[in-house]
């Protein structure tokens, strides 16, 4: 297994100062290997067949392999088996699973109880009464996700559109209170770019951010100076 710490007790922490950076739709080695450079803390290995980004577990495997405890390595699955889920996070050692499908609230509890779950809540006009709602759902069947990423609704897409939630949702001050959702690490995905992340940090006050087009040359391929730009801003957001 990877360090623990790389995502989970000291990069994804509740608390509101600090952000911590992923780098997500790793297809190739050197990618992997440029966004350790960077300074990120955790890659994304996208298991779904029908994305853009897909890797198949034996070059993800090499992939876990080449940054070693560098940075944490989280598992993106959509709608797959628990079995499959926790077959592949097993035999290539990740830290997290990130559920980005349909997942129903009592899927959690067939994870791994090693593994941290990232729980994906897409996020459209009628803002995060779901999420809320959902949360409520997963505590009442028994595992809450151990943090939680907000990206943007697209219909028929998991993820990976470029396009940008509106800040309105998720800035803190702005959200109902609610004791599930403040107690958990929120990760902003959608359309973040180097040139846009500082200003969505600022707004949305997330504890970390989550990015896939938004460093790429081609879907699946990473270019190596966003990446570096974009981990860059993303860090001086902080002040």
């Not at 690490?185 to 992340?197: F, R, S, Y």
Request: glycine share 8%.
């Amino acid at each position: 297994m990877h360090n623990p710490q790389c995502l989970a007790e000291t990069h994804l922490r509740a608390d509101q100062s600090m952000l911590r950076i992923k780098i997500c739709g790793i297809t190739r080695i050197s990618d992997a290997l440029d966004t350790v450079d960077a300074g990120a803390d955790a890659i994304g290995l996208n298991f779904y067949p029908e994305s853009k980004r897909y890797v198949t577990p034996a070059t993800a495997q090499q992939i876990v392999a080449a940054v070693g405890d560098s940075v944490a390595c989280v598992g993106v699955f959509v709608n797959s088996p628990a079995s499959e889920v926790n077959s592949i996070a097993e035999t290539l050692g990740l830290d997290w699973v990130q559920l980005h499908g349909n997942e129903p609230p009592e899927f959690l509890i067939q994870i791994g109880e090693k593994l941290k779950v990232l729980r994906v809540y897409r996020v459209g006009p009628e803002g995060m009464a779901p999420v809320i709602a959902d949360l409520a759902a997963c505590e009442s069947a028994g595992k809450l996700p151990n943090a939680i990423l907000i990206d943007s609704a697209v219909p028929g897409e998991y993820g990976g559109t470029g396009q940008k939630v509106s800040e309105l949702f998720l800035a803190r001050d702005k959200i109902n209170s609610s004791d599930l959702f403040s107690s958990l690490p929120v990760i902003l995905a959608g359309g973040l770019t180097p040139e846009n992340v500082a200003e969505s940090i600022l707004q949305s006050r997330p504890d970390g951010v989550d990015v896939a087009s938004g460093v790429e040359s081609a879907p699946g391929i990473k270019d190596p100076a966003l990446i570096k730009s974009f981990v860059t801003e993303a860090r001086q957001a902080l002040g």
